[in-house]
């Protein structure tokens, strides 16, 4: 695979959650071109079939490779569990491919050895087993409690994370009796750290809220300058697109990379909604 340092990175969510990543790898690699496409007008993918994050996933990881990425950051935890096979293979031989789950999995084994950990994701997350399994591959002697906690992307895509409706959902999900005596939770879902202040006043602070966002952008930070694959651009203006209009989405995206940026409205599903329309005609 011949890559040069000058392509972008492209980056991919359901929706908001993966600006979580994004803006930790922007602050580490603030001369690199991204390139970040959420899915609004799928959102959210955590409570849908495998089959269709698999469909979301590889079309939009088509179009990041269309635009010459050299890097496609799966930035969500969904689409890492029940697609990251088929990204793979549509970037085979084209784009280094990034999960967030990984990241996390090596995080736990060297921190949190003979500990009960708590995880919350989506029902598609925690349903498919990824990371118990991938846990137990590669150590027996963490404990963890999974659960799903799908009500909070809609409210987070809403812009109520910050509100009591979350706070009281978080109190509700947190109290369950799996997660008494946890030393860590795990954000399962890259949304999730857009209320994770409210994670740490539940638990006062007591239980360390592990996200993916500064993983992931270390290592791909290290693997990038590992192979000569970093870019030295002055202030690159960063490119955002939605496939539904999204007024939280300009917001938080304002809000995380404050500098310029360009968010265009792409309709990227509209091909497929003209198919439709012929075949029923
Ligand atoms: N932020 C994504 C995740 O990490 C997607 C959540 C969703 O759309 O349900 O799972």
């Known amino acids: 695979m011949r890559l040069s340092a000058q392509q972008p990175i492209g ?4 929706g908001v959650g993966g600006l979580t990543v994004a803006s930790a790898i922007n602050k580490l690699l603030p001369q690199e071109q991204l390139i970040y496409f959420g899915d609004t007008a799928h959102t959210p993918w955590g409570t849908q079939s495998q089959a269709s994050i698999q469909n979301y996933a590889t079309r939009i990881t ?20 029940a697609a990251l096979q088929q990204v793979e293979a549509v970037a085979s031989g084209k784009a ?3 999960n967030v789950i990984d990241p996390v999995i090596s ?42 906690t799908p009500i909070f992307v809609p409210l987070i895509e ?8 979350a706070k009281d959902f978080v109190e509700y999900y947190m109290s369950n009796p799996r997660f008494k005596d946890i030393a860590a939770l795990v954000l399962g879902c890259t949304h999730y750290p857009l209320i994770k202040e409210q994670m740490n006043l539940y638990f006062k602070h007591r239980v360390q809220i ?24 002055n202030g690159p203006q960063q490119e955002f697109f939605v496939s539904a209009d999204s007024s ?3 917001e938080l995206a304002t ?12 309709p990227l599903w509209e091909d497929q909604a003209v198919h439709l329309q012929e075949t029923s005609n």
Not at 11 to 14: E, T, V
Not at 62 to 81: E, F, H, P
Not at 219 to 227: C, G, K
């Open 11 to 14: 980056i991919f969510d359901s």
């Open 96 to 98: 280094l491919v990034y």
């Open 107 to 148: 995080y736990l084994k060297t921190h949190y050895q003979k500990s009960k950990v708590g995880l919350i994701g989506t029902k598609q997350t925690v349903q498919s087993n990824t990371y118990a399994n991938k846990l137990a591959a590669q150590t027996q002697s963490i404990e963890l409690q999974c659960l799903a």
């Open 255 to 266: 809000k995380f990379f404050q500098a310029n940026i360009s968010l265009h409205t792409y």
């Open 210 to 233: 592990i996200d993916s966002a500064a993983t992931v952008a270390n290592l791909l930070a290290a693997e990038l300058q590992d192979r000569d694959l970093l870019n030295n651009l």
């Open 62 to 81: 088509k179009y990041l490779l269309d635009r010459n990425c050299k890097v496609i950051v799966v930035a969500c935890n969904s689409a890492s569990a």
């Open 158 to 165: 809403e812009g109520l994370g910050n509100t009591k409706y």
């Open 248 to 250: 939280f989405f300009y």
